[in-house]
């Protein structure tokens, strides 16, 4: 006999395993969460209130599907700009949001990297945050991601190293 379902917290196979600790649930998708690594050391950042602040950089991240992370970029003024570089082997979508939930600017390119700016032209300081989603409709669950950002007057040379394109040239 074997697990039939693992997700009712039963032992259909009467081994004393149930679900995802049955070896017969190994390959489940049930049980894909336990291949994810753990959360990373910016949780919990799971909504706006929530957000991670002070970050500019950072290749310690993970994603994980229908948890998204959120980073405060911060106040951006009138002719400040906002860009956000993001690179992963994952499938991740990102985007520029006001606390309103406003979007200003996203990204959906295919991995590696996702890159997106906005120039604030309102005549008025927005409060930009960024939350990263790991697309749903790939075939990850959880992934690893490097991150940085940027908010303010935007350099004129470009700082090597920093995954951004700090002067805009593309």
Do not use: K
């Amino acid at each position: 006999a074997s697990e039939t379902q693992c997700d009712d917290l039963l032992d259909e196979d009467g081994d004393g395993f149930t679900d995802c600790e049955d070896y017969d649930c190994v390959d489940s998708v049930d049980c894909a969460f336990l291949a994810c690594p753990p959360e990373d050391a910016y949780e919990p950042n799971q909504s706006i209130a929530t957000a991670t602040t002070g970050l500019t950089a950072s290749s310690d991240l993970t994603g994980h599907i229908d948890n998204d992370d959120w980073y405060l970029i911060g106040t951006i003024a009138d002719g400040e700009v906002a860009a956000v570089a993001l690179e992963s082997l994952a499938d991740f979508d990102v985007y520029m949001e006001d606390a309103f939930g406003t979007v200003y600017a996203d990204g959906f390119n295919f991995p590696p990297r996702e890159d997106i700016s906005y120039t604030n032209t309102t005549g008025a300081d927005i409060e930009m945050f960024l939350r990263v989603e790991l697309w749903d409709g790939g075939s990850d669950i959880c992934a690893d991601y490097e991150l940085a950002m940027f908010g303010g007057t935007r350099p004129t040379a470009e700082v090597c190293g920093d995954i951004l394109d700090n002067d805009g040239d593309g």
